[in-house]
């Protein structure tokens, strides 16, 4: 049987998206000492450009850029000011998809990233389906999953795994509150 989306398409784009507007970068962009440190030890300005908005997308939205994502132009120049490259060198970056992985593993290494798994999926199911008890609108469960999700370094998973895990904690919420006024009505 088919689940009803949760949110529509539009909703999940913007959840998704990179952030376009102008004071967005400022707001989620900004690298610290460590990361520009980190970045001015690669090889080539393109390598540097090139990571630096990857580790900003895994921060925010919370998720590694697509290998043929290019990052919006007020983004990139925001970035680019940052590490002192020239916007136009992002062209050059990583032509290989085997470097793309290589670096997008050693950036998730090194700032304490990690994929969504099972694991993880038990640990937020527990921890949303309490929520789930009060609230049951699902855009803010959404919403409060993919910002608890960012908060603890965990890559977005795609979408539908994002749905089915507000699903099971609302299905399991429901449980407990049944149970609960079951409980209550035999004990009374």
Not at 61 to 67: I, L
Not at 69 to 79: D, M, R
Request: aromatic share 4%; proline share 7%; charged share 25%.
């Amino acid at each position: 049987m088919a689940r009803r989306r949760l949110m529509s398409d539009t909703a999940w784009a913007e959840a998704m998206a990179l952030a376009t507007e102008e004071r967005d970068p400022m707001r989620h962009y900004v690298l610290s000492p460590e990361d520009l440190s980190a970045l001015s030890a690669k090889r080539s300005p393109a390598n540097r450009l090139g990571q630096a908005p990857l580790l900003c997308a895994m921060r925010h939205p919370g998720r590694a850029r697509g290998p043929d994502e290019v990052p919006p132009a007020a983004t990139l120049g925001f970035v680019a000011g940052q590490v002192d490259v020239d916007p136009a060198v992002f062209a050059a970056y990583a032509g290989r998809a085997q470097t793309r992985r290589e670096q997008r593993a050693m950036l998730m290494a090194e700032q304490g990233f990690r994929s969504f798994g099972r694991a993880e999926a038990k640990v937020l199911l527990a921890w949303l389906t309490p929520i789930a008890q009060t609230e049951r609108r699902p855009q803010v469960l959404v919403a409060r999953l993919i910002e608890e999700l960012r908060r603890r370094r965990i890559l977005l998973p795609p979408l539908l795994v994002v749905e089915r895990v507000v699903h099971r904690a609302r299905t399991a919420a429901d449980r407990a509150q049944i149970g609960s006024l079951i409980a209550h009505w035999e004990s009374g």
